[in-house]
């Protein structure tokens, strides 16, 4: 069996390879000492470790494991996951929407850093407990999935009252634009957090297809922890990447690929 750990701000994502099936698990960061304390009853032969938290772990273990640069590592994971699941792509962008975004352009062997964004999971937990007290992952974002956006954000029809506009009217013109026009409104947390969710998704997408422009492919991957839970953020992403001319890929086990990949390319 081998181990991949791709430990980052957030979370510890683990793949366990086994000759015929693999395993996947998730741990908090917070809880590092726990994964170092299973990892010591193991070969480093068989660990492959990448991500933030990487060297950290190596420090602790009884020996020194595999490191490698976690943005080649979920290139080749992410490479590996497409391919199985369907999806033979020469070229494509990858957008890693982890505690932060990072994106990237992969020609499947290869990728190069082309961008990052703070706007990310870590925004959705950090503005979401500040506009609704909750901390709870699994919590906020069951919330959230409910929420109106409507009163919060300004649409462009919204502007555009008595005329037709130049661009689509359902497209959002302005982010939280709208709750001074709503200034009445009792504000849901169900609903500040879907627009929360609704902002990192624009401009996760927005930032994704100007990439993908600048690089000539039309193919966009999004992977990272911060779909998890969350279909509303993947809805956003999804239904904007395609509105402006592109095509979105979410693979499962997408947040793993950063911890696949390190198991490759020992
Ligand atoms: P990183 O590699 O930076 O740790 P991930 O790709 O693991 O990033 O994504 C982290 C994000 O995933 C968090 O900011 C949060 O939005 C989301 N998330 C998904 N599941 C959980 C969870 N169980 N606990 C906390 N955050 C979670
Ligand atoms: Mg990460």
Redesign the pocket.
Known sequence: MKIGI?A????I?IVRQYDNYREYE?V??TEIDKVIRWLNNHSCDDISLT??HAATINQQLNCSAHIFVEFDAAAKGLNILLNEQGHDLDNYIFT?????TSLHFSDGNTQSRVGGIGA???M??GLGYLLSGIKD??ELTDIAQSGNRELIDLKVKHIYKNTEPPIPGDLTAANFGNVLHNIDVAFTASDKLACVIGLVGEVITTMSITVAREHNTEHVAYI???F??NFLLRKVVEDYTILRGFKPYYVEHG?FSGALGSIILQ
């Open positions: 791709d980052g701000g957030t979370l994502k998730t908090p960061t991500g933030g890693n929407v982890g505690t932060g990310g999971g870590g959705i937990q992952y699994e990272g922890s911060s998890h839970n947040a």
